[in-house]
């Protein structure tokens, strides 16, 4: 399912257990044939990424289905879900979490590797010097989506 909010365009994957894949695009990809569950968390997912993006949502509460990832990777997801909207952490905090407190590398390459990004709050990780670095590559249009998002929240904490 293809999303537009402002000049942020994602596209939303799912399957019957939940949403697999949320991934920043350029433009609408072809929609393979969907099952009836597909559709349901594709359009609790857009009404609660609506919601989000309107200020209106502190919590995700669509089902997600992680089909992919090494099991220190999803430790360092399931980590990412711990963080309260409007707040942030960075690398170590969730090395700890993840019980590796020496992993800080390997938490960005699982922040990297996300492949949910906003409701797994990647977005909410940063540099321990308060830097905005790790999202999308740290390619200058993914710094941009990482400000946005948590300027976005730190606007809207408290709602």
């Given at each position: 399912?293809?999303?537009?909010?402002?000049?942020?365009?994602?596209?939303?994957?799912?399957?019957?257990?939940?949403?697999?894949?949320?991934?920043f695009?350029?433009?609408?990809?072809?929609?393979?044939?969907?099952s009836?569950?597909?559709?349901?968390?594709?359009?609790?997912?857009?009404?609660?990424?609506?919601?989000?993006?309107?200020?209106?949502?502190?919590?995700?509460?669509?089902?997600?289905?992680?089909?992919?990832?090494?099991?220190?990777?999803?430790?360092?997801?399931?980590?990412l879900?711990?963080?309260?909207?409007?707040?942030?952490?960075?690398?170590?905090?969730?090395?700890?979490?993840?019980?590796?407190?020496?992993?800080?590398?390997?938490?960005?390459?699982?922040?990297?590797?996300?492949?949910?990004p906003?409701?797994?709050?990647?977005?909410?990780?940063?540099?321990?010097?308060?830097?905005?670095?790790?999202?999308?590559?740290?390619?200058?249009?993914?710094?941009?989506?990482?400000?946005?998002?948590?300027?976005?929240?730190?606007?809207?904490?408290?709602?």
């Open positions: 399912m293809y999303l537009e909010f402002g000049a942020l365009k994602i596209w939303l994957t799912a399957d019957d257990i939940g949403i697999t894949r949320i991934d695009v350029e433009e609408a990809i072809d929609q393979p044939e969907l009836f569950l597909q559709k349901q968390h594709l359009e609790q997912a857009k009404k609660e990424l609506t919601a989000y993006f309107n200020g209106e949502l502190l919590t995700f509460t669509v089902p997600l289905h992680l089909t992919i990832g090494t099991t220190f990777q999803r430790k360092v997801w399931h980590a879900q711990t963080i309260p909207y409007g707040e942030i952490r960075n690398y170590q905090e969730i090395a700890i979490l993840a019980d590796s407190p020496k992993a800080q590398r390997a938490v960005g390459q699982a922040n990297r590797n996300n492949p949910i906003i409701i797994i709050p990647c977005h909410r990780v940063i540099g321990k010097n308060g830097k905005l670095v790790g999202y999308s590559g740290n390619s200058p249009e993914g710094i941009a989506i990482k400000r946005r998002l948590l300027s976005l929240e730190k606007n809207k904490k408290g709602l």
